[in-house]
């Protein structure tokens, strides 16, 4: 297909899918520490050269919302404009003593747990604002987890289109097929957000799902 | 946690109880009686807007001395067809608990296994 036509065929197809006035947003969900702040600094890296938001070991490093608008992933002759909305992990649970484990004083744990809840609720509230969402998991611990299951659950129940971002296989004790084998009616793109491996895969990806 | 005994106390709510109440009402009686220190076992499942009210109302009651949070753990069961075909599964039962007093959970297909810490005593059930 000519480039014009195929241009026009998916602008054709992202205004039917949207609408017209209807902006993209695409959400990052995921749990704490699976990767989602690492894996939107590459993104924004990538397409507008900067980084959207800190990334550390801690867990919560990501304690609100952050939001950079107008990205445009070029793949294939193909264009995607959106926005993305990188959200603090969603847990069922928050226990400062974990924090301490990381050098933190008590008190700074605490606040920590404290503006942590506080980043979930956001993140919660913003799933009714996103237009499709990266759910991140990392590759080396178990994906069957309740907050996974909740933030796919309520996906489904919106009908926004997700894609699991399998992420961390650069270390050696990913398993990403274990994610694809708990979820194998959903779209599972193995990379590595920190050494940029199969990047190209998840964008082309989100041009195909978004 | 009863009071009296200091054992850990178990609540065991019917899917004709719940399905009575309003979203609110499920929640706010599952958030307040973890809050104290009870198991809550549901029979059925939550929907899914409602598991994320339910990590909505648990963040805003954590208090960072006394209350983490929940677990929440789920055995499936296979959904019943018509023809005997499907291979679907819908949530049997639901275990949610005080994160701090449910341990350890072991997990397959159809078996779940849980060790609740109650402090110097321990609770095996199966």
Redesign the interface.
């Known amino acids: 297909m000519p480039r014009f036509l195929k241009r026009k065929f998916f602008k054709d197809l992202i205004n039917k899918l949207f609408g017209n006035d209807k902006k993209l947003k695409i959400g990052f969900y995921g749990h704490p520490n699976s990767g989602k702040t690492t894996l939107a600094n590459r993104m924004t890296n990538d397409w507008i050269g900067k980084p959207i938001g800190l990334v550390s070991e801690i867990p919560h490093e990501t304690r609100r919302v952050y939001r950079q608008e107008h990205v445009t992933l070029s793949h294939d002759d193909l264009e995607l404009d959106f926005d993305i909305i990188d959200t603090p992990g969603?847990?069922?649970?928050?226990?400062?003593k974990n924090f301490l484990e990381f050098g933190l004083s008590e008190t700074e744990a605490?606040e920590r747990?404290?503006e942590a809840?506080?980043g979930?609720?956001e993140a919660?509230?913003w799933?009714d604002d996103v237009t499709g969402v990266l759910l991140v998991i990392d590759s080396t611990k178990d994906p069957?987890t309740?907050?996974n299951?909740?933030i796919?659950?309520?996906l489904?129940?919106r009908k926004i289109p997700f894609i699991i971002v399998a992420n961390k296989i650069d270390l050696p004790e990913a398993s990403p097929d274990k994610i694809h084998s708990v979820f194998p009616q959903h779209t599972v793109i193995p990379i590595s957000a920190l050494q940029g491996e199969h990047i190209s895969d998840l964008y082309q990806a989100m041009v195909d799902k978004f | 946690m009863d009071a009296n005994t200091n054992g850990l106390k178990m609540d065991f709510l019917s899917s004709s109880m719940l399905n009575s109440s309003t979203s609110m009402e499920k929640i706010s009686m599952i958030v307040n009686r973890v809050k104290n220190g009870d198991l809550v076992v549901i029979e059925g499942g939550l929907t899914p807007e409602e598991e994320a009210e339910l990590i909505e109302a648990t963040m805003r009651e954590i208090d960072v001395d006394n209350f983490m949070g929940i677990d929440i753990y789920t055995l499936e069961k296979d959904k019943k067809s018509f023809f005997g075909l499907s291979k679907s599964k819908i949530v049997g039962i639901t275990i949610i608990g005080p994160a701090n007093v449910m341990k350890a959970v072991k997990k397959k297909s159809n078996f779940l296994s849980m060790i609740a810490n109650l402090g110097d005593l321990n609770a095996s059930m199966h």
């Open positions: 969603i847990a069922t649970k928050i226990d400062y605490k747990a404290k809840t506080k979930i609720i919660i509230k799933l069957l309740q907050a299951i909740t796919m659950g309520n489904e129940a």
